[in-house]
T-cell receptor, first 114, second 115 residues
Framework: AQSVTQLGSHVSVSEGALVLLRCNYSSSVPPYLFWYVQYPNQGLQLLLKYTSAATLVKGINGFEAEFKKSETSFHLTKPSAHMSDAAEYFCAVKTGSSASKIIFGSGTRLSIRP | DSGVTQTPKHLITATGQRVTLRCSPRSGDLSVYWYQQSLDQGLQFLIQYYNGEERAKGNILERFSAQQFPDLHSELNLSSLELGDSALYFC??????????????FGPGTRLLVL
């Protein structure tokens, strides 16, 4: 069965610092991986997705993620945090065997300190 | 704005009641998905409809049902409501039948509170 694990339910960084949100996946077949962001009182917005092309995926708002098969990881990074990045971030997986449904991680709340 | 609309935004009701949540997908999208987000269960897939037919089923309770109409909008019906059904219900849509590479676009959600 597929699953994702997000390490750290809450991450706090200073404005301008590196953002690193961790995600590890479990899948018996090649996965398709996603990062979604949820701003307060809003729906989920797709940040980026990995679909077996380039292992380094660039998304919106300066975020990027690297697919590392050997580590079964898909960590999300941003070189310099901005106050507007404060939100909840969800890592998610889809595979060919259950292509329709997205399996979400438990989420990581990102706080930005001035 | 994803282009997916959901109504109502908020819903307050009592235990034992029945409610209907509505979703309109992005223009041209054929699939609609329903998800439940609660504090204890996180984000869970409930059900998918593709072009009017049920396509995939997740952790949907028997008290819940959904349908997709010819104009492709969808409704999620929740009946015999319990306190534990209080959650944020999201609708998402995608362009086709839900292949692995397809992106799902999420609506703003309906917040349900059962008292």
């Amino acid at each position: 069965a597929q699953s994702v694990t997000q390490l750290g339910s809450h991450v706090s960084v200073s404005e301008g610092a590196l953002v690193l949100l961790r995600c590890n996946y479990s899948s018996s077949v090649p996965p398709y991986l996603f990062w979604y962001v949820q701003y307060p009182n809003q729906g989920l917005q797709l940040l980026l997705k990995y679909t077996s092309a380039a292992t380094l995926v660039k998304g919106i708002n300066g975020f990027e993620a690297e697919f590392k098969k050997s580590e079964t990881s898909f960590h999300l990074t941003k070189p310099s945090a901005h106050m507007s990045d404060a939100a909840e971030y969800f890592c998610a997986v889809k595979t060919g065997s259950s292509a329709s449904k997205i399996i979400f991680g438990s989420g990581t709340r990102l706080s930005i300190r001035p | 704005d994803s282009g997916v609309t959901q109504t109502p935004k908020h819903l307050i009701t009592a235990t034992g009641q029945r409610v209907t949540l509505r979703c309109s997908p992005r223009s041209g999208d054929l699939s609609v998905y329903w998800y439940q987000q609660s504090l204890d269960q996180g984000l869970q897939f409930l059900i998918q409809y593709y072009n009017g037919e049920e396509r995939a089923k997740g952790n949907i309770l028997e008290r819940f049902s959904a349908q997709q109409f010819p104009d492709l909008h969808s409704e999620l019906n929740l009946s015999s409501l319990e306190l534990g059904d209080s959650a944020l219900y999201f609708c998402a849509s995608s362009v086709a039948s839900g292949g692995a590479q397809e992106t799902q676009y999420f609506g703003p959600g309906t917040r349900l509170l059962v008292l």
